[in-house]
């Protein structure tokens, strides 16, 4: 037999550190044979003694490498040239990446073969390695990040009275079978990469800039300090009926709890971007990356459909006693408003979707109309070519006497222009 190195041939003469990232390269591509016993150049050396050379490259690889590859490794003993050499079968594993414990799913832990080398994966070669081993779903994919913390999600289990330990994690998904952090587990941790960011704006407009903060950690501590942050700006105002005093926040409650839910819920966390919420003079936005999950329409959500993207993290938050049901969110969000005129409003783009809550206290009103809609209703006369009344009561969330007093209103202003009569009238920009 004659050997020479190759992408799937690898040679060593004795047993060393190097062949564990040896094994895992041939495990993350396409297999092969690692013989020891046997130099570079591909003279036959030998092993002194065969049975404990393969015991300790057994464990090698039951000790070092991560996720258990021992399945994928079988030895036998090879006479060659007067000599006994150990030959590795490695076959290419299905649970890939394989790397070093002590390292982790980083490139200094993940190694692939390039030529005759082993070299160090790339990030992206190894997110697509966990793509292809634990499939779409972002949540249940294998975390890079492993060295993860959980002082926020213990204490919020503990108020809950709810165990967090070792098996209830692995119930939770937030480790997968192997022990291993996913995602998930990320994301409720203290080393979570994903922030939420909130502005407070000066009017109603993006021009001038009262405060902003960004939030990290946890999504659990990003939820209850994003929260507490918008409730310092949620004010109260009183009114009086005779000696009666009325007091109501610029925004209910329930809307902002759920919208804020929503938000993280939701979210598509395949995508770094910052989650927004922006707090002017009229109204909050909370803008979430991702638009519907694919053959979901808008009007399905607002009908109670609920399809998660993020189905482990929605079960999470239902154990936390943070949501009640699926699917409810967005009906308790208007049902806050139920007895205002101005109602909530949602956008969904491919990418984007977001969730408008007016403020009920703020006095721009004219004629009954909101002002600061306006540019809501140009933009969607940009888009479409032109507006109708009904467009504006669904964008809007408004009544048939609201949308139409706002369409007249923009009219006058010259906003927009009126074309067509009676039930084809049509609003089109000058």
Known sequence: MFFRESETI??????????????????????????????????VIGVDDVDATIQQISNMVRDAIKPDVTMFVHYEMVEQDGGHIVAVNIQRGTNRPYYLAQKGLRPEGVYVRQGTSSVPATDMAIRQMIKETDGDSFEEMRSLEQSLTFEAAEKEFRIRKSDFEIQQMKTLKILNAD???????????EQCKHTIKVAVFEGAEQSIFKDRREFTGSLIQQLNDVYTYIDMHNQTHASFDKLLRIDRRDYPEMAVR????????????????????????????FISVGGLVSGIALDDIMAGLSVCRNQNLANIFYRLQLVEAYGTGMRKIMNAY???????????????????????????????TVLGYEDWIVELARSNGSVTRVDVERKLGVSASTA???????????????????????????
């Open 404 to 430: 139409s007093r706002l369409l007249r209103y923009m009219t006058e202003e010259g906003q927009l222009l009126k074309q067509g009569k009676a039930r084809n009238i049509r609003y089109t920009l000058p």
């Open 338 to 368: 139920v007895k205002e005129n101005r109602k909530p409003f949602i956008e969904n783009t491919s990418n984007a979707f977001k969730v408008v809550l007016p403020n009920i206290n703020n006095g721009s009103v004219m004629e009954g």
């Open 258 to 285: 759920e919208a804020l839910l929503n938000m993280l819920i939701h979210r598509d966390y395949a995508f770094r971007a910052s989650a927004l919420i922006s707090i002017f003079a009229d109204r909050m936005e």
């Open 179 to 189: 022990g291993i952090f996913t995602n998930l587990g990320l994301l409720l941790s």
């Open 10 to 43: 690898e040679l060593k003469e004795i047993v060393n550190a190097d062949i564990k990232k040896e094994i895992i390269a041939l495990a993350n591509s396409q297999g092969g044979m690692l013989y020891v016993g046997v130099s570079d150049d591909g003279e």
